[in-house]
């Protein structure tokens, strides 16, 4: 009887062990799991606060990028206009511009428009002949020109023999341009 009681228990110890290993295998699964889930928090939770800073951020974001796209208005030709277009209304307003400072106008000139990124460029080159306080009211009144005109290049000469009792002339060669944004 003894030996029969030692193997009922020795089944019982035995069934119970092997009932208690699936258990063991799936705990350590789990803890398994939990260890790999918390990694993956610990990856994505920088991720997040960045997504919650611009989440929280995003009327700033939406102004600044309105402010921007105003002032590149401001800046250039919309998309909209054609090339030809906005070359001849900047040769209009520079001609403007000189006329008015007092300069004449020799020679004006839109270029072919070269390409620039998110950009048209459209080249001018504009000769003018004057003294030089017309040219300094001129380069101050291209620098409140809307779009911007931009001078990429400028070559003064002075024009005859100076004399002490008038304005020495000079000669004036532009290097202007204007930006289009492309369609």
Same mark, same amino acid.
């Given at each position: 009887?003894?030996?029969?009681?030692? /193997?009922?228990? #020795?089944?019982?110890?035995?069934?119970?062990?092997?009932a208690?290993?699936?258990?063991? &295998?799936?705990?350590?699964?789990?803890?398994?799991?939990?260890? @790999?889930?918390?990694? /993956? #928090?610990?990856?994505?939770?920088?991720?997040? &606060? /960045?997504? @919650?800073?611009? =989440? *929280?951020?995003?009327? *700033?974001?939406?102004?600044?990028? @309105?402010? *921007?796209? %105003?002032?590149?208005?401001?800046?250039?030709?919309?998309?909209?206009?054609d090339?030809?277009?906005?070359? %001849?209304?900047?040769?209009q307003?520079?001609?403007?511009? $000189?006329? !008015?400072?007092?300069?004449?106008?020799?020679?004006?000139? =839109?270029?072919?428009?070269?390409?620039?990124?998110q $950009?048209?460029? #459209?080249?001018?080159?504009?000769?003018?002949?004057?003294?030089?306080?017309?040219?300094?009211? @001129?380069?101050?009144?291209?620098?409140?020109?809307?779009?911007? #005109?931009?001078?990429?290049?400028? !070559?003064?000469?002075?024009?005859? *023999?100076? /004399?002490?009792?008038?304005?020495?002339?000079?000669?004036?060669? $532009?290097?202007?341009?204007?930006?289009?944004?492309?369609?």
């Amino acid at each position: 009887m003894k030996r029969m009681l030692r /193997r009922q228990s #020795i089944a019982l110890g035995t069934v119970t062990l092997l009932a208690l290993v699936p258990l063991v &295998a799936l705990g350590l699964y789990v803890v398994d799991l939990r260890h @790999a889930a918390q990694q /993956r #928090i610990a990856e994505l939770e920088p991720r997040h &606060a /960045r997504l @919650a800073g611009l =989440v *929280a951020g995003g009327k *700033a974001l939406e102004q600044a990028e @309105a402010t *921007a796209r %105003n002032q590149l208005g401001e800046l250039t030709y919309a998309a909209t206009q054609d090339l030809t277009q906005a070359g %001849n209304d900047a040769q209009q307003r520079v001609r403007t511009v $000189f006329t !008015n400072a007092g300069l004449q106008l020799v020679s004006s000139q =839109v270029l072919p428009a070269k390409d620039e990124k998110q $950009f048209d460029r #459209i080249p001018l080159a504009v000769r003018l002949e004057g003294d030089l306080a017309a040219l300094q009211a @001129a380069l101050v009144a291209l620098s409140h020109q809307t779009p911007a #005109i931009l001078i990429d290049g400028l !070559n003064i000469q002075s024009m005859g *023999a100076a /004399r002490p009792e008038q304005a020495q002339r000079m000669a004036s060669q $532009f290097n202007l341009s204007v930006l289009r944004l492309k369609p």
